[in-house]
């Protein structure tokens, strides 16, 4: 036989494998098809589609997937409008009153590391009740009394600097006892010297969400009768409790009032001490929030050095503020250690915008004005 022949005989064999071999994936795809079509009811395509998953908008504030246990630091505030450190990168502020008309600061770090922290400062035993309900470590330099008395009870896990000198400095510059910092890296390293666990399932204590919170949307829809015309339209309805929040202030007492302002621009508010900007020591920027909770709790003198104690559970009422706008608020605290609740005056609870929150605890007869 030729070459030839032989070449094209080969060739023959080649194409005819070639074609078997479509004919059988074509039958696999139209097997596929029917299977679907006639046995399951779908078409395979839209089965395709439904394995894909839909990626979930993360948080910003704090990592959602991490359970990295926050730690609580007390600030002191009786330094001026432009001396505290680390406060802008705290995801939770507490602001609270103290001895003499005074307040205290305690803010909640998780998530991200802060190099500058402070001036850190002494403990009052109410503040407990809100470092308790994020299962946060408790660090602060100093302590009354009743607040040393409360975290040896209570077994709160905390790291004094009177005794625990090891993650705090002093700053020669600046005259003691208001030059305490610290960083969030030393204090996690030095807890894990106490053996405390630095992670936790339990500091969720907002419910944020990634969905724009708008206060303003409406709630409701009536029909009403067009004077003009007699004809019935639908007309979408605001809750009635809404109100304006574009500038807001409250009372400590006689001397200390807090203030923020709204940025409609960026969408945040700009807080104010005594009618004076707030500003960030290390940035030199004004302080500003996503959120802020006004919550009313009564508070009494507990000895002639003036110190205070909180009616901290049980329940009472405030203000849920974001985004130009204000609504009433009910808290919940059934006990020291459990987690507030804020809910609206419907029962609803309260969903957070993404973002950093100062929730100011204020005396009951407090001067709240929001307009």
């Known amino acids: 036989m030729s070459s030839e022949r032989k070449g094209k005989k080969r060739k023959s064999k080649d194409q005819k494998r070639r074609i078997a071999v479509i004919v059988f994936s074509l039958l696999i795809i139209v097997g596929v098809a029917v299977y679907y079509l006639f046995f399951t009811g779908e078409e395979p395509i839209k089965k395709i589609k439904n394995v894909i998953p839909i990626e979930k908008k993360k948080l910003t504030i704090v990592d959602e997937d991490s359970n990295k246990r926050p730690i609580a630091v007390m600030y002191d505030n009786n330094v001026g409008n432009n001396n505290h450190a680390g406060l802008q990168k705290s995801y939770i502020t507490y602001e609270i009153i103290v001895e003499g008309g005074l307040t205290r600061i305690m803010a909640l770090f998780k998530d991200q590391d802060v190099n500058l922290i402070g001036p850190v400062r002494s403990s009052r035993h109410y503040f407990l009740d809100y470092a308790l309900e994020s299962d946060a470590i408790y660090t602060h330099f100093g302590w009354s009394t009743y607040a040393e008395n409360d975290i040896k009870s ?82 979408e309805e605001k809750d009635p409790n809404l109100l304006t929040a574009n500038s807001i202030s409250m009372s400590y007492s006689t001397y200390q009032v807090r203030s923020y302002d709204y940025n409609s621009e960026n969408g945040y508010y700009l807080r104010s001490m005594n009618g004076t900007a707030h500003i960030d020591k290390e940035s030199k920027q004004q302080l500003h929030y996503k959120n802020i909770i006004i919550e009313r709790v009564s508070n009494s003198q507990l000895d002639s050095y003036g110190r205070q104690d909180l009616s901290t559970t049980g329940s009472g009422e405030g203000y849920y503020i974001t985004n130009g706008y204000a609504l009433p608020i009910k808290w919940t605290k059934s006990s020291r250690s459990d987690k507030t609740k804020y809910t609206y005056l419907n029962g609803k609870e309260v969903k957070v915008n993404d973002g950093n929150t100062f929730i100011q605890i204020v005396p009951v007869n407090s001067t709240i004005t929001i307009e």
């Open 154 to 235: 209570l077994g709160v896990n905390n790291i004094n600097g009177l005794y625990d000198s090891i993650p705090f400095w002093r700053e020669k510059t600046i005259a003691a006892p208001h030059n305490v910092f610290t960083t969030t890296d030393k204090v996690y390293s030095y807890a894990k010297e106490k053996k405390y666990n630095t992670e936790t399932d339990n500091w969720k204590l907002l419910n944020y969400t990634t969905d724009k919170v708008n206060l303003d949307k409406p709630v409701s829809t009536k029909t009403v009768v067009n004077e003009e015309t007699g004809k019935k339209e639908k007309v």
